[in-house]
């Protein structure tokens, strides 16, 4: 029975201390999980501050886009008012071309008048009038 006993007891304290490591090593754990709290909410902390940073600068990006978009935009109007539209264009040549054929029949009446065509020149004249 005494043999026994002895073996309880040497069993007892391999449990004592193997639960003595066991707290040891929960201890550790602890100060881990501590540490690891610090540097999340540190983490946390700069992911906030990046976050804001990210707001501020899109918000600085979409404030200069839409000036340079309504910047361009004036500019492509003011274009439109400085540069005439192909309508207006087609006026022009035909107004053009109509004065170059006026000056050419008047040129031609005179020159028929100075070559000694005068009834000629009235005939022509009287055409290019009508």
């Known amino acids: 029975m005494e043999a026994r006993i002895s073996r309880l007891e040497s069993g007892v304290e391999h449990i004592r201390r ?7 090593d929960v201890r550790q754990i602890n100060v ?3 540490a ?3 540097i999340s909410a540190r983490t946390e902390a700069r992911l906030d501050a990046t976050d804001a940073k990210i707001d501020t600068v899109e918000r600085t990006l979409t404030e200069k886009i839409d000036t340079v978009q309504r910047t361009l935009s004036d500019k492509i109007d003011g274009l ?10 087609a006026l ?6 109509v004065a170059v054929l006026g ?6 009446g005179v020159l028929l008048r100075a070559m000694g ?3 000629v ?6 055409i290019s009038h009508e």
Request: glycine fraction near 2%; charge should be negative.
């Open 117 to 119: 065509h005068p009834l």
């Open 103 to 108: 000056s050419a029949a008047a040129l031609i």
């Open 121 to 126: 020149a009235d005939v022509f004249e009287a």
């Open 36 to 38: 690891l709290e610090c």
């Open 32 to 34: 881990r999980l501590s």
């Open 80 to 89: 439109a008012d400085r540069y005439m539209t192909k309508h207006q264009f």
């Open 18 to 24: 193997d639960m003595a490591e066991t707290r040891a």
């Open 92 to 97: 022009w040549a035909l107004a053009g071309a």
